[in-house]
């Protein structure tokens, strides 16, 4: 008989590429030898004596215990997405949110210091500028592409580097290695935000970051399903920093979920690499007519930081943003006629999904912070985000060009 991948580690060898990875890793088959991953929505478990029970609370034994520590198919998610990040441990969250929040809980206490890029998904923001300024943490904002802010704030002792790159929804790109450098020398752990990037198309672990974060209704998901998220890191900083919040706050997956999203994870690149072609093609579409003020775009030559994208992303994302011309009523007017005139996006605050959605970024996700705040990021009241999904590339040109006209 031939040789067969079975155990974790050859699973995750260097040997197989990623779209293999997607489809084989963290298979835990049962007794009944089911093809397809079995979904186990359980939340306990069950011992065959008092003397079992006793032992695995001791630690002596490793096996699930109740289901908001672990459950048999959240780890085969876990393990699949490991093994593409090529993380030593994956921790599901019930969502992107509960992913970002935990990363940064538990590796802070009253007087920690955060240093944070400004341009980040609203929520995120609230986080760091409102609720954890509450319990005593300081955090400080730099503009994330001026690497001489990071710099500056970096040359003091700091606990927690938290950034987004691209960021939601101006697609600002920071230099994580540069970035990660200066995280070490100041003390402090670098938790990336890779939602935008996907983990197919850039690597933080990999430029130096400890910490990978990514919300799972993304891409991940990417036919708006179910909502979920996911911690990344080395196994010993999982135990040391994460996994006692986690165990007593619970910020679990559901094992429902988890199956929707290791099934999932078998299409990601299939689907992702074909909406970033066509992200691609509508940018340089979008950035030739003549209602448009601006396009940004990762990808496209007219993005500031076109070169760091090259130098650090494997391909650009699905995600684009650009700027209604004002015709005189306010940009905000011109945006809400344009989506209004849409016959195929919806309008949508989700993104990374198959159906193309599009938001105006001031009036919904990024509504919370002060308008002085959205303009430092560069969120103008005309500034649209398409999430390009998977239709034809020409009807969403045509519904485009209709929108504009
Ligand atoms: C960059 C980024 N991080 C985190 C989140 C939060 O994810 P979730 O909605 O799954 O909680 C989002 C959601 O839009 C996001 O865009």
């Known amino acids: 008989m031939g040789k067969r991948y079975t155990t974790d580690t050859q699973m995750n060898s260097k040997e197989l590429s990623s779209q293999t990875k997607l489809i084989r890793s963290g298979i835990a088959r049962s007794s009944f030898d089911e093809t397809s991953e079995g979904m186990f929505l359980t939340s306990g478990f069950v011992y065959s004596s008092a003397e079992e029970a006793e032992a695995t609370f001791l630690g002596q034994r490793e096996r699930y215990i109740y289901s908001r520590y672990g459950n048999p198919t959240v780890s085969m998610f876990e393990k699949r997405l490991a093994a593409l990040e090529g993380a030593e441990h994956c921790q599901a969250t019930a969502s992107g949110m509960s992913a970002v929040y935990t990363s940064l809980i538990g590796l802070l206490q009253s007087g920690s210091r955060v240093v944070a890029s400004r341009a980040l998904f609203g929520s995120c923001f609230v986080i760091l500028s409102d609720l954890l300024p509450r319990f005593g943490v300081k955090v400080d904002f730099v503009d994330g592409p001026d690497i001489l802010a990071w710099d500056k704030a970096l040359s003091t002792p700091c606990d927690v580097v938290f950034l987004e790159s691209p960021s939601n929804p101006t697609l600002e790109l920071i230099d994580i290695a540069h970035v990660s450098g200066l995280a070490k020398q100041a003390g402090a752990k670098l938790v990336v935000d890779n939602v935008f990037a996907t983990p197919l198309y850039q ?27 996911a911690i990344l890191c080395a196994e010993d ?28 994870l078998e299409t990601l690149s299939l689907r992702v690499d074909a909406q970033s072609d066509a992200a691609m093609a509508l940018a340089d579409w979008l950035e ?16 500031p930081q076109h070169a760091l994208a090259k130098r650090q992303m494997k391909k650009f994302g699905t995600v684009l943003a650009f700027s209604v011309k004002d015709t005189g009523e306010g940009g905000k007017a011109a945006a809400f006629k344009m989506m209004n005139k849409l016959q195929l996006i919806d309008i949508s605050n989700n993104l990374g999904d198959s159906k193309s959605l599009i938001t105006h970024p001031a009036t919904t996700t990024h509504r919370a912070l002060s308008e002085e705040a959205r303009l430092a990021v ?8 398409l999430s390009v999904g998977l239709e034809h590339v020409d009807d969403l040109r045509s519904d485009l060009e209709r929108a504009l006209s």
Request: proline letters at 8%; aromatic letters at 8%; glycine letters at 12%.
């Open 237 to 264: 900083l999982f135990r040391e920093a994460y996994q006692p919040y986690i165990r007593h706050t619970g910020p679990s997956m559901s094992p429902f979920n988890a199956w929707v999203l290791t099934k999932s």
């Open 378 to 385: 560069g969120i103008d009241a005309g500034l649209v985000r």
């Open 288 to 303: 030739k007519q003549p209602s448009v003020a601006s396009v940004r775009y990762p990808g496209h030559a007219s993005h």
């Open 203 to 229: 690597k933080p672990l990999e430029l130096g970051a400890d910490v990978v974060v990514y919300s799972a209704t993304k891409h991940i998901d990417g036919q708006g399903r179910v909502l979920g998220g």
